[in-house]
């Protein structure tokens, strides 16, 4: 079989690799400018595609008929050549978007629903929730409808998908709602997978409310999609799997502790270890700005957070890395964010007496060892996902890669 995505400028994309994964290495990236569409369509030897923007309405003429949940979108992003040679359009965001919902777990029915915005996956969304027996349906747009401006008067959602561009790379974090201000949330959905886990879902799974973002979504409208391409049952027991793939790979591992111990020096050889990039924030600064120590005399503690806030920024956007920390990064709550919107958080800790000392002006003095965990402790523990005594070097470094990659939830509880 000769499949494909189609789309007009595609970039990167990770059909490519999920259909790989699903046995079909005849996948291909078709770029097509529209004036050619009609010309790319009628090639013979095109067996089956996805479609993504800006064709998933432009090519509905070219169909001879296309599923009840496409019909009632009125968008396509799969097509399949029946035996006569003729397009048959399906919507598999439809079925990934629901499967999204059913990994949440909870239900929707006769529950007040918001999405965010009012484009073709919004449309998705509003199938979707219909189809399962949703009660109010409200889409918020910035204009010609319900505004963000109205929304004190919606404070009564229970559920919340967010169907907007809004909080993807490269913009994030950002968000277009809070979902503290919505003391009946039940769950919230993001149909953004870049970066893994946006404001909006960071937020609510602070807050304990049910939330996930968009890349088990991705994942199973693909595996839908490849049950059309090949007229079987869609393999929904791979999604789990490969999931999971896709996650370690893009996922950072983020390390954080105490001034001095070790989170370079094990990051370094788990970096080494995994075939992944390296950043040292701390050397990261001190590439930019000169060493730390300095910075702080000349500058003061305040100025050095702030321009160590904006490297996390920056750092944290990126994937499948393994990142130290400076000891301090605790000490911002918004770097939470952007260290954990695209990592996993493990907290080094060894005894305070084998911390290494030189060099580090915030160890010394009148903030010695002591003061600094008793005011940092509870910090590191709030960042991390799990706390891992790094005194035996190897027991560290084994104790991650199995966290890591034996980690088998769609999300952190």
């Known amino acids: 079989m ?13 059909s490519p690799a999920i259909h790989a994964m699903l046995g079909n290495d005849n996948y291909q990236l078709f770029e097509v400018a529209p004036t050619d569409l009609d010309a790319f369509l009628s090639r013979p030897d095109l067996d089956a595609l996805n479609v993504t923007i800006p064709y998933k309405e432009a090519v509905r003429p070219y169909l001879a008929d296309e599923s009840p949940a496409a019909r009632a979108i009125g968008a396509v992003n799969s097509l399949v050549r029946n035996a006569e040679g003729h397009w048959i359009g399906h919507n598999t965001d439809f079925d990934g978007l629901a499967y999204l919902l059913d990994s949440l777990g909870g239900s929707v029915a006769g529950k007040k629903c918001l999405i965010l915005g009012g484009g073709g996956t919004a449309k998705t969304a509003h199938a979707v929730l219909a189809d399962r027996g949703s009660g109010e349906i409200l889409h918020i747009v910035r204009h010609d409808g319900i505004s963000y ?38 769950g919230v959905l993001d149909v953004i997978y870049n970066p893994l886990r946006t404001a909006l879902v960071y937020e609510a799974q602070g807050l304990g409310i049910p939330a996930l973002g968009g890349l088990a979504m991705l994942v199973a409208q693909a595996v839908y ?11 929904l027991d791979q999604v789990a799997t490969i999931y999971q793939r896709l996650r370690a790979e893009r996922e950072n591992i983020v390390l954080i502790g105490m001034p001095g111990v070790g989170k370079t020096t094990l990051g370094q050889a788990l970096a080494a270890d995994l075939g992944r990039p390296f950043v040292d924030l701390d050397a990261a600064f001190a590439e930019a700005y000169g060493p ?6 000349n500058h003061g503690e305040a100025a050095f957070r702030d321009l160590e806030t904006d490297l996390a920024r920056q750092v944290g956007q990126k994937s499948g890395q393994v990142i130290a920390c400076g000891g301090g990064i605790v000490t911002r709550p918004e770097n939470d964010l952007l260290l954990r919107q695209n990592g996993r958080v493990y ?67």
């Open 2 to 14: 000769l499949t494909g995505l189609l789309g007009e400028k595609l970039g990167h994309s990770y």
């Open 149 to 186: 401006a109205d929304l004190p008067a919606h404070r009564d959602a229970q559920w919340i998908i967010n169907t907007t561009p809004v909080g993807m790379y490269p913009q994030a974090p950002a968000g277009l709602v809070h979902p503290a201000d919505f003391p009946q949330l039940e």
């Open 225 to 235: 999609a490849h049950g059309y391409f090949t007229g079987r049952a869609p393999a």
């Open 292 to 297: 730390a120590g300095d910075y702080i005399r």
């Open 347 to 413: 907290h080094l800790t060894r005894p305070l007496a084998d911390l290494a000392t030189a060099g580090r002006p915030l160890s010394q003095g009148g903030r010695a060892l002591d003061r600094l965990w008793a005011d940092r402790q509870a910090l590191y523990e709030a960042f991390a996902d799990r706390t891992l005594s790094c005194t035996d070097f190897t027991a560290a470094l084994t104790a991650i890669k199995e966290d890591f990659f034996a980690d088998t939830r769609f999300e952190r509880p």
